[in-house]
């Protein structure tokens, strides 16, 4: 029964922890650091880590048949499940929400964020989030350490207090996500339009995060509130084994938000595969001929090449002709101004034998210059010598002098 109960936790986690171990390598690493919204990506794929090997893998474990995916045993490991569990779900929603509203600043006021937003105000808002996080669930751990063997379902104070858990972790995140997400679509599409961008792949991994966060939870979220309901009521055996199934599949899904990020990643970022790649030492998918023999790269080149010329605004077109024509008309000026400044057309020179002239004559002055200077210093060493000077020397010296 182990053994089988354990295979899943194979299936899903293997290739999870990896994957989120190598993009937390990779947004540390120098290349995607520089931004302050890696610091959040970061924090993220670990707190993805930490679900995955805390509360996903005990309720695995623990897995019922009729009771479907609960934690089973002592009070204190049921509370412990409860408190990871809501501290993990608290860091990762409010960590995609602060990452959809970093995004929506950078893409409506980009020049505001760069001047006041930097990594060390990024860790501050990190320990912000952990901080609350480990507080805010102590209420309902409290409550859960109380129930005998950890049969939550059937307790309705830890049902109360759950909702309320509930609407703070995912519901309203996801709102505040939803709204942040759709506006920064909108203004990404008119920043697009008006000038090509070429830093967007960011933005576009990002918000597929946040979208991913909300269509993996939302079965959740509407479970919850279904078995609250239902629970005041009288429950036959029906409608515990359809609350059952959909408790089991709203997890499942749930749980598929926590192990699918780095496969966004690499779909959506061109600049993350292939530091991917970088550190898996894959130089191969790193060369053109990879990229040329696949369909799909090549396709997906090719759509960007299209997309980057349709997004090439009228206004740009303009200011290109423009351009062109400015450079046209100075070049004729040019011309024009070299045949004014010359008497005669076959008397225009080079630039070069101009320059080569100008030199040749320096030269002779300062040749000039040099021998006259000697035949002064000879003519007052003969003076000295002699005690005067004929007429005839001091005639030639006042000549040289002038």
């Known amino acids: 029964m ?170 309203l995140p996801s ?16 920043r697009i ?11 576009v991994m990002l918000i597929a995060v946040s979208f991913s966060f909300i269509t993996f939870t939302l079965p959740f979220q509407i479970c919850w509130y279904w078995l609250f309901s239902t629970s005041f009521g009288i429950i036959d055996l029906k409608l515990n084994i359809i609350n059952i199934a959909f408790r089991y599949l709203a997890l499942t899904i749930r749980n598929l938000n926590y192990t699918l990020n780095f496969f966004l990643y690499s779909l959506t970022s061109v600049v993350f595969l292939k530091e991917a790649f970088t550190i898996a030492h894959c130089n191969y998918f790193l060369s053109h001929r990879f990229m040329e023999r696949n369909n799909a790269f090549r396709r997906l080149g090719q759509f960007l090449r299209d997309s980057q010329r349709v997004r090439q605004s009228p206004r740009q077109e303009h200011n290109g002709r423009n351009t062109t024509e400015n450079t046209g008309a100075n070049i004729h000026n040019h011309i024009h101004y070299n045949s004014f400044s010359t008497p005669h057309p076959n008397n225009v020179l080079p630039l070069e034998k101009l320059k080569k002239c100008k030199c040749k004559k320096l030269k002779t002055k300062q040749k000039q210059d040099s021998e006259i200077d000697n035949s002064n210093h000879h003519l007052q060493t003969k003076e000295n010598g002699a005690g005067s000077t004929t007429p005839s020397n001091q005639s030639l010296l006042k000549f040289r002098e002038y």
Request: hydrophobic residues 55%; contains cysteine; aromatic residues 12%.
């Open 2 to 171: 182990l053994k089988r109960n354990v295979l899943p936790i194979y299936k899903g986690l293997t290739p999870s922890i990896p994957t989120h171990a190598l993009s937390m390598i990779i947004f540390l690493r120098k290349r995607m650091c520089r931004y302050p919204v890696s610091v959040f990506m970061a924090t993220l794929s670990l707190t993805n880590i930490l679900i995955l090997a805390g509360p996903v893998t005990m309720q695995w474990l623990n897995h019922k048949v009729f009771i479907g995916f609960v934690v089973t045993g002592s009070r204190f490991l049921c509370a412990f499940h409860v408190y990871i569990d809501l501290v993990g779900s608290s860091i990762n929603s409010w960590l995609i929400f602060v990452i959809s509203l970093e995004r929506y600043l950078s893409v409506s006021k980009p020049f505001l964020i760069r001047q006041r937003f930097n990594r060390r105000q990024a860790w501050h808002i990190v320990l912000i989030i952990i901080i609350i996080a480990l507080l805010a669930p102590l209420g309902l751990v409290i409550v859960a350490s109380q129930v005998p063997n950890c049969l939550l379902f059937f307790s309705t104070t830890y049902q109360i207090i759950g909702s309320i858990q509930i609407f703070f972790i995912y519901v």
């Open 193 to 203: 339009r008006n000038r090509a961008s070429r830093r967007i792949h960011i933005s």
């Open 175 to 190: 709102i505040l996500i939803l709204i942040l997400s759709i506006i920064t679509v909108f203004k990404l599409r008119n």
